[in-house]
């Protein structure tokens, strides 16, 4: 292994962390975007019934107030949405601070090589200068025991670990490698304690892969055999790597005594590595470990071959192994794996969005809750719809028989008056007619629809408009009767008496009776009768036309108004859904 063949492989594992980076902050963004938009959503539908209100009190109906009420139920339910969502993106996060990049907590006793290791994957050693494009900045969380908790981390000033002194106890620090590894280096076993012990069981419980560190100068101590059992309960992916695994003796160079730095022989390490691994197994927790290839490294010796250039020294130091090991977890599994809870927690999220939740011992309902008290109310409109249309032909049938016994009378009124000499024209009977028939629906339409609408009030009828081409007149019969004419004249005498009497100048006169057949004509009443037998076929026609139009005002009015609105809110309850049910993974 040549100079460049020692920074290809060192090369190829940075790229592996890069490409896990690189998914991860594609997941990342597609994470905070589907976030964004499931406040947007519940935002606008928080606005949207905000903003619904009823100005016209006299147009109110059961079914607005039932809407109204309602509408006021659910503003407070998409308050609580609101809430819930917020909690889920400000308290637990749906992408928190352990997801974000591949987590790799290292374990082992106090002065195990941990930071040393640490430090080496960084990229802290000058060696590593021409490799690594840029050293992570490294960072310590503070315990305050006064407090019992955590600060923010801190940037570490020295920017990379301490070697060769003991930890501080409470001492968790990590740095994230190229976005995508965050390698995290806990206090040693007997150094966690109460006030660092719950995060390094966070970083634990979202870790992908557990690195536990023993020394080759004694590899396998009982300590560190409890502690893996108790690592292994969290069921993640554990290695245990043997650190320090070099060795030094004194020499002599031109005259000087010099220390050297060499590996510890194969022989050796194997016999370390068997050891282990028989105790592993004697306790029966080898078969939890990811890997039981317990590899052998040593960063010194490491760093001794990249300043030597010295490529079987480099395949000595046991960390081309080790890249091989750490490899396994950065794969396309692992970034699945990665972003399952992530994706579960979004998906959770959605589903109590949509099919409600339990907030505070509460029951809160989803959109599918709601949309099922919409569609109640939206039935309600329906069914009282069908009753409305079943009333129409009830109430025509009514108000005919009201308005014929009514108009008979009144025409009748009408009459006696043009009987008395007033003119009794069209205008007149038809104004009549309308005022007749407005006066029976007035009665009979509160009567019927007040009984399928509650709060039903029937505002002041319009005039009907009706246009009859008939009027008052009076009617005559033409009686034939004979004349008789007396026309008196004179005639010749008769008889001899007569004679001798015209001889002394006697006149005789005579009477003629003329009799002529001739007509008169006298009144007989009025068409009164005929103007009730044209209006009563008529008023079928005239009843009709305004009930069924009153009928489909009152529907406008108590019903199709706030149908209208629940079909709107419907809709909108609907694409939101539908946009929160696209969002889902």
Request: proline share 3%; aromatic share 8%.
């Amino acid at each position: 292994m040549s100079s460049q063949e020692i920074e290809t492989t060192i090369t190829q594992f940075l790229e592996s962390v890069r490409s896990v980076a690189e998914q991860l902050q594609v997941f990342r963004l597609d994470v905070e975007n589907r976030e964004e938009q499931i406040k947007r959503i519940v935002q606008d539908l928080q606005t949207l019934l905000t903003q619904i209100e009823w100005e016209n009190a006299e147009n109110d109906s059961q079914f607005q107030e039932m809407l109204a009420e309602t509408i006021r139920l659910y503003r407070g339910k998409v308050d609580e949405w609101l809430k819930l969502v917020l909690q889920h993106i400000e308290g637990k996060e749906f992408m928190n601070q352990f997801e974000k990049s591949i987590l790799l907590v290292v374990f082992g006793n106090v002065n195990t090589g941990k930071s040393s290791l640490g430090n080496f994957i960084a990229g802290v050693p000058e060696s590593l200068r021409s490799v690594y494009p840029e050293v992570p900045p490294f960072y310590v969380y503070e315990f305050s025991q006064a407090a019992d908790t955590a600060h923010q981390p801190k940037l570490l000033a020295e920017g990379k670990f301490q070697e060769g002194a003991v930890e501080t106890t409470s001492s968790i620090q990590y740095f994230t490698l190229q976005n995508g590894v965050t390698w995290v280096d806990t206090p040693g076993i007997h150094s966690i304690n109460s006030f660092n012990e719950d995060l390094a069981k966070k970083y634990v419980d979202f870790s992908d892969l557990v690195l536990f560190l023993v020394p080759s100068s004694s590899p396998g101590k009982a300590d560190e055999i409890d502690e893996l059992e108790r690592l292994i309960k969290k069921q993640k992916p554990l290695l245990v790597t043997i650190t320090k695994s070099d060795r030094t003796y004194e020499d002599e160079l031109d005259g000087e005594i010099i220390t050297v730095l060499e590996p510890k022989s194969p022989a050796d390490r194997q016999a370390q590595e068997t050891y282990i691994a028989d105790v592993l197994k004697q306790k029966g927790i080898d078969r939890f470990i990811k890997d039981t290839r317990f590899v052998s490294i040593s960063p010194n010796i490491a760093k001794k071959a990249l300043a030597e250039a010295d490529h079987d020294l480099f395949w000595q130091s046991g960390i081309p192994a080790f890249y091989e090991q750490i490899g396994s977890v950065l794969t396309r599994d692992a970034v699945e794996l990665k972003t399952n809870r992530p994706r579960q927690q979004i998906n959770s999220t959605i589903d109590e969005l949509r099919h409600g939740f339990a907030l505070n011992q509460q029951s809160v309902s989803g959109i599918g809750e709601m949309m099922e008290a919409f569609r109640a109310i939206l039935q309600s409109i329906a069914d009282t719809r069908q009753r409305m249309a079943q009333l129409t032909e009830p109430i025509i049938k009514d108000v005919r028989n009201k308005s014929s016994l009514m108009m008979d009378i009144e025409l009748r009124k009408l009459a006696f008056q043009f009987d008395e000499g007033k003119a009794i024209g069209s205008s007149e009977i038809s104004n009549l007619v309308a005022s007749v028939v407005v006066s029976a629906l007035q009665d009979e339409l509160p009567r019927k629809v007040g009984k399928v609408l509650e709060q039903f009030q029937l505002d002041q009828m319009q005039q009907l408009h009706v246009k009859l081409d008939v009027k008052l007149e009076a009617q005559y019969e033409n009686i034939a009767y004979q004349d008789y004419l007396v026309k008196e004249g004179y005639r010749d005498p008769q008889g001899v008496i007569e004679h001798i009497g015209s001889w002394f100048g006697k006149k005789y006169k005579t009477t003629r009776i003329k009799t002529e057949e001739k007509q008169m004509t006298v009144k007989v009443g009025n068409n009164v009768q005929e103007i009730v037998a044209v209006v009563n076929q008529r008023l079928d026609e005239i009843i009709r036309e305004r009930v069924e139009q009153t009928m489909q005002e009152l529907n406008q009015k108590y019903l199709s108004q706030s149908e209208t609105m629940v079909k709107h809110l419907l809709d909108k309850l609907a694409s939101v859904d539908q946009q929160l049910t696209t969002l889902a993974f």
